[in-house]
């Protein structure tokens, strides 16, 4: 009950803050105009070039694909590892950890709110933009495609904060993370389907990126392939069996870290 | 020259402060040169997957790669205060690089070195000494290549004095500049045989990311001397531009008397 106050009042305060300095949303608006933008122009002119078709796929699934990544990015589920480097480094993990509050929902809630105004007012402007100027993929009609969107989704967003809190985490024992933090973050890039859609991947990148919790945890870019209707449950198996596996990880991990903090006071 | 001399001695000085805490130094460029190679992995099989788009190879996505990776590394090592530009101006810290006696944009550019743009530096180079393996370059090739990584520099250097002198229009500057620098460079690492027509003007002369890395791999690559000299000029006209904006951007600073002196 306390945490769920807790991550209630977290997440509001933050809405209520970005909404009032809307700096963030202007910079998260030029990054996705910037990234998937001009990915998309690029795109549309490579499929016009091949006659509308690379790999058995058309352009409408690419883009709704590549959306769906760049979208899920504007959440900055990955700051988390950045968040606690810096709480480490400066010592403000101290104070933190002095608290009645667990600091790693703290920390969670506190990157989930910080990023989710942008993301709604993005996804929903640019999803509505896109449909105008593509329309959108019939698997997107079919009755079970919400739910499984929803649910692989939150099991996405979940995967995502266990894979940077373990970078994060780190940070007790390592003096600076970002070299780890750049090697994990491109990995979910490539694999999650970013510059390059899931369906121009090769055999064997398709398959690692559906076996490792980096590919896993974007199985949102998935949701629009004709073959999602099929593997649904597959791919959602997997994203629950990577959640476990690293979720453990990640609570022995904060167990140590817990144990490394002396607290002084003062 | 004595404004050349105080360049070298801030960088020197940047490095051996950087050095220091060593295991940190070495992660941060071995990571930096690690984490770009995905660009060159993603752009492979993009190339595999999709085929020759404007006669790009992979060679050439190599070279894309090397030109830009070096051009930024450059910059953003030895002149890594500029990122820093839009901090200074909100916090009032700008106040002690203007009571400086040295000129005001080499002051604040050497003022931050950025460690992990040396593996930017060292992943450029060994990109770009693939790429001439690759081409089986000529010696004018390989002098042209040098040219061309002075001139992108030189257009990466100018480009970024134009984003980050905005932060003395805007309250907030930190998220708008934030946002230029993606606009800008985040073109640069694209594919650029998928640049034709419109999108290629806009961002060869309005927005001049393909300048720092698509066109000098197609210079390079046909060998283009009305390319180079297009390059050249543009390299001088944006150089040019972002010293008259930096220094009109300047004036616009109010001073809040923030009392430090020093680096």
């Given amino acids: 009950m306390k945490e769920t106050r807790l991550a209630i009042n977290i997440v509001k305060i933050l809405i209520k803050d970005r909404m009032l300095y809307p700096g963030k949303l202007i910079v998260d608006t030029f990054s996705v105009v910037a990234r998937c933008g001009i990915l998309l122009i690029l795109y549309w002119y490579v499929f016009k070039l091949n ?65 989710i105004f942008s993301f709604i007012i993005i996804s929903i402007v640019a999803s509505i933009l896109l449909t105008l100027a593509i329309g959108f993929p019939p698997t997107i009609t079919i009755g ?70 980096f590919g896993a945890s974007l199985f949102i870019t998935h949701t629009v392939s004709p073959s999602w209707q099929n593997n649904w449950y597959e791919l959602i198996g997997i994203q629950l069996l990577w959640i476990f596996g690293l979720g453990i990880i990640v609570y022995w991990m904060y167990e140590q870290a817990r144990k490394k903090v002396s607290v002084n006071g003062g | 020259m004595k404004e050349l001399y105080f360049a070298y ?94 000129n005001l944009l080499l002051r604040i550019a050497m003022s ?19 790429y001439a393996i690759l081409l089986h370059v000529t010696i004018y090739q390989i002098v042209i290549i040098i040219l061309l990584v002075a001139l992108s520099s030189v257009v990466f250097f100018s480009a970024i004095t134009i984003i980050y002198a905005t932060s003395f229009f805007f309250t907030d500057a930190s998220t708008v500049t934030g946002g230029f620098f993606e606009l800008f460079f985040t ?29 000098p791999v197609e210079i390079v690559r046909n060998m283009s001397l009305d390319k180079l000299l297009l390059i050249a000029i543009l390299s001088v006209l944006w150089f040019t531009l972002s010293i008259f904006v930096f220094n009109r951007a300047v004036r616009r600073y109010e001073s809040s008397n923030f009392m430090t002196f020093g680096s």
Avoid at chain 1, 154 to 160: F, K, P, S, Y
Avoid at chain 1, 165 to 172: A, N, Y
Avoid at chain 1, 173 to 187: R, S, T
Avoid at chain 2, 112 to 130: E, K, N, P, Q, Y
């Fill in chain 1, 51 to 115: 006659n509308g078709v690379i790999n058995n796929t058309t352009f409408l699934f690419t883009a709704w694909s590549m959306f769906f990544y760049f979208s899920f990015s504007v959440l900055h589920l990955s700051g988390i590892a950045r968040t606690i480097m810096q709480d480490v480094q400066s010592g403000n993990v101290e104070v933190l950890f002095s608290k009645p509050v667990s600091y790693l929902l703290y920390r969670i809630w506190w990157q989930i709110g910080s990023g």
């Fill in chain 2, 112 to 130: 931050s070195f950025g460690v992990s743009a040396l593996g930017d530096i060292v992943f450029g180079i060994i990109c770009l000494t693939f």
């Fill in chain 1, 144 to 213: 079970m495609f919400l739910p499984s969107f929803t649910l692989t989704f939150l099991l996405g967003a979940v995967l995502t904060l266990c894979v940077y809190s373990i970078v994060g985490l780190l940070s007790f024992w390592i003096e600076d993370v970002n070299p780890i933090f750049w090697i994990v973050d491109k990995a979910v890039m490539i694999l999650g389907g970013s510059y390059l859609p899931i369906a121009l991947f090769p055999p064997l990148m398709y398959k690692i990126a559906l076996y490792s919790p």
């Fill in chain 2, 9 to 102: 001695y801030a960088v020197k000085k940047n490095i051996q402060s950087s050095a220091e805490l060593r295991t940190s130094f070495l992660m941060n460029v071995i990571g930096m040169a690690v984490n770009n190679t995905a660009f060159i992995i993603l752009w492979t099989f993009f190339v595999k997957s999709v085929g020759t788009i404007g006669g790009w190879t992979v060679a050439d996505i190599i070279g894309l790669q090397g030109f830009t990776a070096l051009s930024y590394g450059i910059v953003f090592s030895v002149a890594g205060g500029i990122r820093k530009i839009a901090d200074s101006v909100a916090s009032g810290a700008f106040d002690r690089f203007m009571l400086s006696p040295k």
């Fill in chain 2, 187 to 215: 073109p640069a690492l694209f594919h650029g045989g998928a640049f034709q027509g419109g999108m290629r003007f806009v961002f060869t002369f309005i927005i001049p990311s393909l300048l720092v890395g698509s066109i």
